[in-house]
C-alpha cells in the first residue's frame, strides 16, 4: 500500500482525478510509514532466533511463495535498506516527473502507466491471502469482519467510481473492480472453508496401525527431535 499510494501521488499531476483520492493517498503514505517505523522497531532481532523466523517481514514459504525474493527485497536486516529505498524512489519518480513534463505526449503515457502500475500493486494485494487460503483449503485467521469491510468498502468504492460528477479516471475504476472481484472471491473461499484446521493439499491420509505401536519403527530425525524432510509444520 505504501509504493502504490507513491505512485498514486505522482499520477495525480498527469490524471488530475478527484482531490479527495489524492488526500486518501496522502493519508495512507503517512499511516505506513508510521506502521512501517513501529514494524521495524518492535521485529524480533536476527540473532534471537533461528530459521524464518530471523528474517524480517518472512511470509509464508510454502507452493507458490517459497521462491526466495531478489535481492532479500522488502526483508533486509537492518532498517537501513527500507528507507534508503523509499528514499531512492521518491527520488526517481521525482526526477521523471520533471524531466517528462515537457513532453506532453510523453508525459501522458508515462502517467497512464503510472497509474496503471500503483492501481495494480494495490488491487493485487487479496492474492497472497486468496492463494493461501486455496492451498491450506482453510480460513483459519481470517475473521469475518475483516471480509465484510472489506466487501462493504469495495461496494462504496464501485458506487462512487461510477456515479462521481468528478472525474474518475478507467485506471481506478479496472484495478477496483479486480480488487473487489478478490474480495468476493474470498468471501467464497470462507463459505467453502470455513475457519477450520487447515488441510494441506498434498497431504496424505494416514493408515490405521492396529499393530503393537512398539514394533513401529520411528524415524532417526524424529527420534533426535530433528524435523525430517517428510515432516511438515504445525
Known sequence: MLIASMFRIFYYPGA??????????????????????????????PASKGGDAAVPFAGTKEGFFEKQRPYQFWQWRSPKPYWQFLLWLFIILTALELALAPFRGLYSSYSSLLGYIGLSVEATLPLPQMFANARSRSCKGFRVSILASWLAGDAMKMF???????????????????????????GVQYLMYGSGEAKLKDEGVVPEWKGDMQNLAVPSGLQSGRRTPFEKPL
Not at 19 to 43: E, N
Not at 161 to 181: D, R
Open 16 to 45: 488530475r482525478f478527484d482531490t479527495a483520492l489524492l488526500i486518501q493517498s496522502f493519508l495512507m503514505v503517512i499511516m505506513q510509514l508510521l506502521l512501517l517505523k513501529i514494524a521495524l522497531d518492535h521485529r524480533p532481532g
Open 160 to 186: 462512487w467510481f461510477f456515479t462521481s460528477v468528478t472525474e474518475i479516471p478507467w485506471a481506478f475504476k479496472l484495478c477496483g473492480m479486480f480488487q473487489a472481484a478478490c474480495d468476493a472471491f474470498l
